[in-house]
Antibody, heavy 120, light 112 residues
């Protein structure tokens, strides 16, 4: 059974850097074709892809946010970390961690989400 | 980026009646491997989205057969043959063919 869980702050101040961790079980980023990504959803709005990392450390970023985003994995390959710099109130959203198998073009599993509010 | 345009954005439906949601892509999402990576997700209030359909018409395990997906190229449709109370929420299409993967704006289904 695959599960993903996001952890991180619920409140950050403008200009600060956000760091979110996705801890997953039932899959590993050392396994061929595994991919883990981040998607966000502002309150009452649609979903937006942010970043994706694959088992071979191929990384994809939203072009509009690329300068602010970094996605990495830890040495255990059981976590994926997203950092987003220079946070702004418009970045207030629920941030989801997802499993997206390489070359499958889909999302098979979602985390529960982590609501991050950006406010001074 | 590929833009997915859903319609309608609001869909009031009577219980037991059919419902249909359109998703149109700004360009073809047919991939070079012959697959079209068009997905449909359902999100209930306060919950994470759940996948219903992948590769246009493949229904996920556990998804009732009243849900069906169809389409090709740039035009896709999600149909619910008979709406039930548990179907309320927001439906999103998503293309996974070209990075940046993108979602539609969402269609909110409510019971009349």
């Amino acid at each position: 059974q695959i599960t993903l869980k996001e952890s991180g702050p619920t409140l950050v101040k403008p200009t600060q850097t956000l760091t979110l961790t996705c801890t997953f079980s039932g899959l590993s980023l050392s396994t061929t074709e595994v991919g883990v990504g981040w998607i966000r959803q502002p309150p009452g709005k649609a979903l937006e892809w942010l970043a994706l990392i694959y088992w071979d450390e191929d990384r994809r970023y939203s072009p509009s946010l690329k300068s602010r985003l970094t996605i990495t994995t830890d040495t255990s390959k059981k976590q994926a970390v997203l950092t987003m710099t220079n946070m702004d109130p418009v970045d207030t959203a629920t941030y989801y961690c997802v499993h997206a198998r390489e070359a499958a073009g889909t999302i098979s599993h979602w985390g529960q989400g982590n609501l991050v509010t950006v406010s001074s | 980026d590929i833009v997915l345009t859903q319609s309608p954005l609001s869909l009031p439906v009577t219980l037991g009646q059919p419902a249909s949601i359109s998703c149109r892509s700004s360009q073809s999402i047919l991939y070079s491997d012959g697959n079209t990576y068009l997905n449909w997700f359902h999100q209930r209030p306060g919950q994470s989205p759940r996948r219903l359909i992948y590769k246009v018409s493949e229904r996920d395990s556990g998804v009732p057969d009243r849900f069906s997906g169809s389409g090709s190229g740039t035009d896709f449709t999600l149909k619910i043959s008979r709406v039930e109370a548990e179907d309320v929420g927001v439906y999103y299409c998503m293309q996974g063919t070209h990075w940046l993967y993108t979602f539609g704006q969402g269609t909110k289904l409510e019971i009349k």
